[in-house]
């Protein structure tokens, strides 16, 4: 019994695959490829300018290739084609520069959508660049090398990448640095300064002191301004005047 329908479900998978094969033609079933000759194929765009041409006939001015000066122009075009009934499909180009300023296509998917950069949502993982771990030679082999600076990177290993290094940043309400946007102002740079705050950060030779350099060098600038607001009236009239 079993064998039997078997034999019956075999000879009735075989018909109905007769059937298919001697009334569905292949073309039916696949995509042809088989274009219309008076279509164009080749859509360049060189600045403003889009160039359609069809690459299968001879180049006659005016006709082929037809020019359009603007993107409407060619919207234009293409939705009196889909009127016509006539889709052609198009390969789509734009002239660009490299960084040496030489001329190359690069091929988009539409002249509508073009597709040509990243994507307008940046998946999780590549929102925040992962840190790597520095190669400092300049920091192994402690305790001996315990507290050094870390080594200049002569070689551009390090660029591009996020180090530990980059995570060292003034976390206080106003910042020494005057590159910072939360920069303190002069006063409050000196004043840092002047309390020790960078004593620690210097190599320096035995007695010596930021503090001490900086205070005398400061006197130094305040002298000279005070001498030069204490000039005899003399001595003032002796020096040349710019013209106006």
Not at 40 to 55: Q, S
Not at 67 to 84: A, D, I, P, T
Not at 95 to 101: C, P, V
């Amino acid at each position: 019994m079993k064998n039997s329908n078997r034999v019956l479900l075999i000879v009735v998978a075989f018909v109905i695959g007769l059937v298919f094969c001697s009334t569905i033609r292949s073309k039916d079933v696949v995509e042809g490829f088989n274009n219309n000759n008076d279509c164009p194929n080749l859509l360049v765009k060189k600045g403003n300018v889009l160039i359609l041409t069809n690459t299968g006939k001879a180049e006659i001015p005016g006709v082929n290739p037809i020019k359009f000066n603007n993107l409407e122009e060619y919207v234009e075009f293409l939705e009196w084609q889909r009127k016509m009934g006539v889709k052609c499909p198009v390969l789509y180009f734009e002239e660009t520069y490299d960084a040496q300023g030489k001329v190359g296509y690069k091929m988009m998917h539409d002249v509508m959508d073009k597709r040509g950069g990243l994507p307008t949502k940046v998946p999780e993982q590549f929102r925040q660049a992962p840190v790597v771990k520095l190669r400092d030679s300049n920091r192994n082999d402690q305790p001996y090398n315990n507290n050094n600076f870390a080594g200049f990177d002569s070689d551009d290993q390090h660029v591009g990448i996020k180090t530990p290094l980059d995570q060292v940043q003034f976390s206080g309400r106003l910042s020494d640095n005057a590159m910072d946007s939360n920069w303190g102002g002069i006063k409050h740079s000196e004043h840092s300064v002047e309390s020790g705050t960078y004593e620690e950060r210097m190599r320096k030779p035995t007695s010596f002191t930021v503090k001490e350099t900086f205070l005398s060098k400061f006197k130094q600038v305040k002298k000279k301004k005070m001498e030069n607001k204490e000039m005899h009236p003399s001595l003032i009239r002796n020096i040349p005047q710019s013209s106006k």
